[in-house]
């Protein structure tokens, strides 16, 4: 069944969760005084939820997949910004490891929609 809610993807649920590890994580007393760091890493995990659900508005598969893709470069950025913030010592190896995967997961599901929507035909 085809989701006819961005709330229903499955990629849009992952992304959701990891924006709230984040915000958890950037509540740390050092790591909320960096405000750049701060700024850029809540920026990007809310980043990779807001173009899923704006490319899923959008009126074309193509623009669909521009977003998703956008969406998946913000993950990436975010597992960037989380080793300075393990460099830094704001986050711990535990929380590091599971944001970091918790990102990977949902490169992946990014990549396996974005795949599954340029190999199968559109609904009519």
Sequence with gaps: MAATKFEELEVW?????????VYASSRNEQFAKDFG??????????????????GFTRQSRREFI????????????LQS???MARAEEYV????????YTECQRLRYGLTSLIRHLKT???PK
């Design 66 to 77: 521009r977003f998703l893709d956008i969406a998946r470069s913000s993950a990436a950025e």
């Design 81 to 83: 910004h989380l080793y």
């Design 92 to 99: 711990s190896e535990t929380e590091f490891d599971e944001i």
């Design 37 to 54: 760091l701060r700024d850029q890493a809540r920026r990007a995990a809310v980043s990779c939820m807001a173009n899923i659900a704006e």
């Design 13 to 21: 649920q992952i992304a959701f969760a990891l924006s709230r590890k």
């Design 120 to 122: 199968t035909e559109a």
